[in-house]
C-alpha cells in the first residue's frame, strides 16, 4: 500500500471547543448557557461540517466586478463567491448580527452573538467582515438618536430575515490615508432641492455588495480635520437597483481577504443624509469603530482557533520519526505555545465583548465606561498581532503543507494579515490607546483595580507565579507611564506600541488566570492553568524604553 496522509479534519466546532464552553459556563447564569447552546451546537455543526466542506471546495472562486453590460452601459455589478452568497443567507438567518439586538438575554446578548460570530468567521472567507460593519452601522444608528434613520435601516440590518437583510459598508479611507481620516477630501453639497450630493473618491471601501453605507464627507465650507467631517448615511442604489451617482472603479488586488470585493469607489453627486449634525464626523463614526475593533478581536481568536484545531489534529495523525507528532517533546511545546496565545486572545476579546454588551444595555459603570475605551484599541491591536504570529507558526507545524494552496491552510495566514491593518494598525491604535488613558490616566486606574479584583480570587499555588509575572508588568507600565509624562509627548510616542502591548499582554494574563482559577474550582479542569502558566513565560511585558535619537541615527539618509 503506498503511503497516504489523512488530511487534518474538524468536528462539531462548538463540541469540540473546551475553552469556548468553558468560558460561556463561567460568564452566562444556567439558564441562559440552556437557551443559547442549541444556537451554537447548530453553528459548530455547519462550521466544522458544510461551510468548511464548501471552504475547501470554494478555494479558487473570488468576486468579480463587471463595469459594463454588452449594450455599453455602465452597471457596475459585482459578483462574490457561491460561499458568501450562502453565508450571508446563513448569518441572517441565524443571527450572527440579529442576536446582539434581539437581546433575548440582556447584555449577555452580544456574549453570544460574539459567540456566533466566533464560530461562524473561520469558514466563511472573512464574510465577517460585512457582518462587522453592519453591526457598527446599527449600533452608530441607535447611538445617532436619528429616528428616521433607525426606523429605515436598523430593521434591515437587525433583520433574521435573509430577504430583508441588509449589510452596511465602512467608508472611511480615502487616497490621503487611512488612518488620519481627519485629511479626507470628499465634500458634500446640498442640491436645489437640499438633498446632500457626496463628490470624491473613497480608496479603500470593503464589501462594496452592501445595501447601505456610513460614511465621512465634509459640507461645503466647513472647517479642515476631523471635526470639520460629518456623518452621512446613503443607500447604494435605486429603486430599479441603479448605482446612485456612485462609480465602480475597480476591486483591490489584494494579499489576503481575497473574497471580500474591496473597492475603489468615485461618488459624483451620491445623495446621501446627516446621520447627526454637521460637524464632529469622527467623533460620531467612532462607535462603528468600536463595534468592528471588537469583531475584529473575535476574529483574530477565531483564526488563531481554527489554526491551532487544524495543527493539533494533524499532529495526531502525521507520524513522523517514529512516533505521531503529538507525542514529540518538541512539537506539543510549540502547539502548547499557541494554543496559550489562542486562549489570552478569547479572554481579551470575549472580555471585551461583555463590556460592549453591558454598555449597550446601560449597565455599565462610568469608570467601567473609561476601561471599555482603553481596552478596545488596546485588545484590537494586541489580539491582531497574535493571530498573524500563531497563524505563521501553525502553517509551519504542517512543514511543506502549509505552504500549499490545496491544503487550504495559507490563506490563514493571509486573512490573520489583515487584522493589525485595518480598523487601526498598532502604531495607530496604540496613539489611540494613550488618548483613551484620559489626561489624568484615570482609565489606566481603573485597569489596575480590575485587575488587582481579579488576581485576588487567586489561591492556586501553580498560578502564584504568573500572577507575579502580571503584577509586576503592569507596575513597570505605571512607572512607565510616570515617567514619560514627564519627559514629554516625543517619549510617550516613541514607547507607545511597546507600553500598549504590555498593558494588553498583562490584562490578557490577568483573565487567562482568573479563568483558570474558576475552571480548576467547577470543572476540576487544570487545562487553563496550564494555559496561563504557559503564557506568563511568553512575554509580557515588553517595555523597553528607547531613545528616538538611535531610530533617527539609523534611519538617516546620510
Ligand atoms: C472582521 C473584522 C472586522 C473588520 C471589518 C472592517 C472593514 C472595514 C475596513 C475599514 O474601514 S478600515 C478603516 C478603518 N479606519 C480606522 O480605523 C481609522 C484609524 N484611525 C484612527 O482611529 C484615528 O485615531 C482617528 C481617525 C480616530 C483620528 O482622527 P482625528 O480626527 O485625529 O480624531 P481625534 O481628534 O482623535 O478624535 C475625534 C473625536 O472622536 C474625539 O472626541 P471629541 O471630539 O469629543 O474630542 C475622540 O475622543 C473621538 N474618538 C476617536 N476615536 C474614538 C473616539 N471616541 C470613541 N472611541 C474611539 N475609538
Same mark, same amino acid.
Given at each position: 500500500m503506498p503511503f497516504n496522509q489523512q488530511p487534518p479534519t474538524l468536528g462539531n466546532q462548538y463540541e469540540d471547543d473546551r475553552l469556548l464552553r468553558s468560558f460561556l459556563a463561567r460568564v452566562l447564569p444556567t439558564e441562559v448557557l440552556r437557551d443559547v447552546e442549541p444556537s451554537l451546537q447548530e453553528m459548530g455543526r455547519l462550521s466544522g461540517g458544510e461551510l468548511y466542506s464548501m471552504q475547501l471546495a470554494d478555494r479558487l472562486n473570488e468576486p468579480e466586478l463587471t463595469q459594463w453590460d454588452a449594450w455599453g452601459n455602465r452597471i457596475d455589478r459585482i459578483e462574490v463567491s457561491p460561499l458568501w452568497q450562502l453565508a450571508e443567507r446563513i448569518a441572517a438567518e441565524h443571527g450572527v448580527v440579529a442576536t446582539a439586538y434581539e437581546r433575548r438575554h440582556g447584555s449577555f446578548s452580544r456574549v453570544h452573538q460574539c459567540a456566533l460570530a466566533y464560530l461562524f468567521t473561520? /469558514?466563511?472567507?472573512?464574510?465577517?467582515c460585512p457582518l462587522a460593519m453592519t453591526d457598527g452601522a446599527a449600533h452608530t444608528l441607535l447611538a445617532s438618536g436619528n429616528q428616521s434613520l433607525i426606523d429605515r435601516a436598523v430593521p434591515h440590518l437587525t433583520t433574521r430575515n435573509p430577504a430583508e437583510f441588509w449589510t452596511s459598508g465602512q467608508w472611511m479611507t480615502e487616497l490621503t490615508g487611512g488612518s488620519d481620516?481627519?485629511? /479626507?477630501?470628499t465634500v458634500a453639497r446640498q442640491d436645489a432641492e437640499g438633498v446632500w450630493r457626496l463628490y470624491g473618491r473613497k480608496w479603500f471601501t470593503s464589501a462594496t455588495t452592501s445595501q447601505m453605507a456610513l460614511t465621512l464627507a465634509r459640507p461645503d465650507g466647513n472647517e479642515a480635520g476631523g471635526r470639520g467631517l460629518a456623518l452621512f448615511y446613503l443607500e447604494m442604489r435605486d429603486a430599479e437597483g441603479h448605482l446612485r451617482n456612485i462609480r465602480i472603479d475597480r476591486l483591490k488586488d489584494k494579499l489576503g481577504t481575497r473574497k471580500v470585493p474591496t473597492a475603489e469607489l468615485t461618488l459624483t453627486g451620491t445623495p446621501a443624509e446627516l446621520v447627526c449634525g454637521r460637524s464632529n464626523g469622527v467623533r460620531n463614526i467612532a462607535p462603528m469603530l468600536n463595534i468592528t475593533r471588537l469583531w475584529n478581536g473575535i476574529s483574530a481568536a477565531a483564526l488563531m482557533r481554527r489554526s491551532v484545531a487544524l495543527a493539533v489534529d494533524y499532529a495526531r495523525k502525521r507520524v513522523a520519526f517514529g512516533s505521531q507528532l503529538i507525542e514529540k517533546p518538541l512539537h506539543a511545546d510549540t502547539l502548547m505555545s499557541l494554543q496559550s496565545e489562542t486562549e489570552a486572545t478569547f479572554h481579551f476579546a470575549f472580555y471585551v465583548a461583555e463590556l460592549t454588551g453591558r454598555s449597550e444595555m446601560k449597565e455599565i459603570r462610568e469608570e467601567e465606561s473609561l476601561l471599555l475605551r482603553l481596552l478596545t484599541p488596546l485588545m484590537k491591536l494586541t489580539t491582531a498581532k497574535q493571530a498573524v504570529a500563531v497563524a505563521s507558526e501553525a502553517i509551519e507545524a504542517f512543514g511543506g503543507a502549509g505552504y500549499v494552496e490545496d491544503t487550504g491552510l495559507p490563506v490563514l495566514l493571509r486573512d490573520a494579515q489583515v487584522l493589525p491593518i485595518w480598523e487601526g494598525t498598532t502604531n495607530v491604535l496604540s496613539l489611540d490607546a494613550l488618548r483613551a488613558l484620559g489626561s489624568d490616566c484615570q482609565a489606566f486606574q481603573v485597569l489596575k483595580s480590575e485587575a488587582k479584583r481579579s488576581l485576588e480570587t487567586v489561591r492556586d499555588r501553580r498560578l502564584a507565579n504568573a500572577t507575579r509575572v502580571a503584577q509586576s508588568a503592569l507596575e513597570h507600565a505605571e512607572s512607565w507611564l510616570a515617567q514619560a509624562k514627564k519627559n514629554g509627548a516625543t517619549a510617550l510616542e516613541t514607547d507607545a506600541r511597546r507600553f500598549a502591548i504590555t498593558l494588553g499582554r498583562a490584562f490578557e494574563l490577568v483573565l487567562l488566570i482568573k479563568h483558570a482559577q474558576w475552571s480548576k474550582d467547577n470543572e476540576d479542569d487544570g487545562r487553563a492553568t496550564a494555559a496561563a502558566r504557559r503564557f506568563a513565560s511568553l512575554g509580557i511585558d515588553a517595555l523597553i524604553s528607547q531613545d528616538i535619537d538611535d531610530a533617527r541615527l539609523l534611519l538617516s539618509e546620510q
Amino acid at each position: 500500500m503506498p503511503f497516504n496522509q489523512q488530511p487534518p479534519t474538524l468536528g462539531n466546532q462548538y463540541e469540540d471547543d473546551r475553552l469556548l464552553r468553558s468560558f460561556l459556563a463561567r460568564v452566562l447564569p444556567t439558564e441562559v448557557l440552556r437557551d443559547v447552546e442549541p444556537s451554537l451546537q447548530e453553528m459548530g455543526r455547519l462550521s466544522g461540517g458544510e461551510l468548511y466542506s464548501m471552504q475547501l471546495a470554494d478555494r479558487l472562486n473570488e468576486p468579480e466586478l463587471t463595469q459594463w453590460d454588452a449594450w455599453g452601459n455602465r452597471i457596475d455589478r459585482i459578483e462574490v463567491s457561491p460561499l458568501w452568497q450562502l453565508a450571508e443567507r446563513i448569518a441572517a438567518e441565524h443571527g450572527v448580527v440579529a442576536t446582539a439586538y434581539e437581546r433575548r438575554h440582556g447584555s449577555f446578548s452580544r456574549v453570544h452573538q460574539c459567540a456566533l460570530a466566533y464560530l461562524f468567521t473561520p /469558514s466563511t472567507d472573512i464574510y465577517s467582515c460585512p457582518l462587522a460593519m453592519t453591526d457598527g452601522a446599527a449600533h452608530t444608528l441607535l447611538a445617532s438618536g436619528n429616528q428616521s434613520l433607525i426606523d429605515r435601516a436598523v430593521p434591515h440590518l437587525t433583520t433574521r430575515n435573509p430577504a430583508e437583510f441588509w449589510t452596511s459598508g465602512q467608508w472611511m479611507t480615502e487616497l490621503t490615508g487611512g488612518s488620519d481620516v481627519g485629511l /479626507s477630501e470628499t465634500v458634500a453639497r446640498q442640491d436645489a432641492e437640499g438633498v446632500w450630493r457626496l463628490y470624491g473618491r473613497k480608496w479603500f471601501t470593503s464589501a462594496t455588495t452592501s445595501q447601505m453605507a456610513l460614511t465621512l464627507a465634509r459640507p461645503d465650507g466647513n472647517e479642515a480635520g476631523g471635526r470639520g467631517l460629518a456623518l452621512f448615511y446613503l443607500e447604494m442604489r435605486d429603486a430599479e437597483g441603479h448605482l446612485r451617482n456612485i462609480r465602480i472603479d475597480r476591486l483591490k488586488d489584494k494579499l489576503g481577504t481575497r473574497k471580500v470585493p474591496t473597492a475603489e469607489l468615485t461618488l459624483t453627486g451620491t445623495p446621501a443624509e446627516l446621520v447627526c449634525g454637521r460637524s464632529n464626523g469622527v467623533r460620531n463614526i467612532a462607535p462603528m469603530l468600536n463595534i468592528t475593533r471588537l469583531w475584529n478581536g473575535i476574529s483574530a481568536a477565531a483564526l488563531m482557533r481554527r489554526s491551532v484545531a487544524l495543527a493539533v489534529d494533524y499532529a495526531r495523525k502525521r507520524v513522523a520519526f517514529g512516533s505521531q507528532l503529538i507525542e514529540k517533546p518538541l512539537h506539543a511545546d510549540t502547539l502548547m505555545s499557541l494554543q496559550s496565545e489562542t486562549e489570552a486572545t478569547f479572554h481579551f476579546a470575549f472580555y471585551v465583548a461583555e463590556l460592549t454588551g453591558r454598555s449597550e444595555m446601560k449597565e455599565i459603570r462610568e469608570e467601567e465606561s473609561l476601561l471599555l475605551r482603553l481596552l478596545t484599541p488596546l485588545m484590537k491591536l494586541t489580539t491582531a498581532k497574535q493571530a498573524v504570529a500563531v497563524a505563521s507558526e501553525a502553517i509551519e507545524a504542517f512543514g511543506g503543507a502549509g505552504y500549499v494552496e490545496d491544503t487550504g491552510l495559507p490563506v490563514l495566514l493571509r486573512d490573520a494579515q489583515v487584522l493589525p491593518i485595518w480598523e487601526g494598525t498598532t502604531n495607530v491604535l496604540s496613539l489611540d490607546a494613550l488618548r483613551a488613558l484620559g489626561s489624568d490616566c484615570q482609565a489606566f486606574q481603573v485597569l489596575k483595580s480590575e485587575a488587582k479584583r481579579s488576581l485576588e480570587t487567586v489561591r492556586d499555588r501553580r498560578l502564584a507565579n504568573a500572577t507575579r509575572v502580571a503584577q509586576s508588568a503592569l507596575e513597570h507600565a505605571e512607572s512607565w507611564l510616570a515617567q514619560a509624562k514627564k519627559n514629554g509627548a516625543t517619549a510617550l510616542e516613541t514607547d507607545a506600541r511597546r507600553f500598549a502591548i504590555t498593558l494588553g499582554r498583562a490584562f490578557e494574563l490577568v483573565l487567562l488566570i482568573k479563568h483558570a482559577q474558576w475552571s480548576k474550582d467547577n470543572e476540576d479542569d487544570g487545562r487553563a492553568t496550564a494555559a496561563a502558566r504557559r503564557f506568563a513565560s511568553l512575554g509580557i511585558d515588553a517595555l523597553i524604553s528607547q531613545d528616538i535619537d538611535d531610530a533617527r541615527l539609523l534611519l538617516s539618509e546620510q
